[in-house]
């Protein structure tokens, strides 16, 4: 991807959900229109329930997106954010 046409977040994240379905993961998309700071998708695995939010590379979560990552870590859950297919594929264990 060119520097001056950065990949879009919907393309990671499009990429992202092909790869994780393709290694056996459950995904489902977050929606709740009631809450901004929901993370974008769930993943499942073999007991295993994932939270990520993605992001266009180079960009961060927004303040309340973080909190809702760090509220369900501390509840025992969970969340990440990624900016990249590597970052993700660490995250899941994919190779």
Not at 15 to 44: E, M, Q, T, Y
Not at 46 to 55: N, T
Not at 71 to 83: C, L, N, Q, R
Request: hydrophobic share 35%; aromatic share 8%; charged share 35%.
């Amino acid at each position: 991807m060119s520097i001056l046409f950065p990949e879009k977040e919907k393309d990671i994240e499009k990429r992202c959900c092909n790869i994780a379905r393709d290694d056996g993961w459950k995904v489902r998309k977050n929606s709740s229109p009631h809450r901004r700071a929901a993370l974008d998708h769930h993943f499942l695995k073999a007991g295993r329930h994932v939270d990520i939010e993605f992001k266009r590379p180079g960009c961060k979560p927004t303040d309340l997106q973080q909190d809702e990552i760090d509220d369900i870590i501390a509840h025992g859950g969970e969340a990440y954010w990624t900016d990249n297919v590597l970052e993700f594929k660490r995250i899941l264990g994919v190779k």
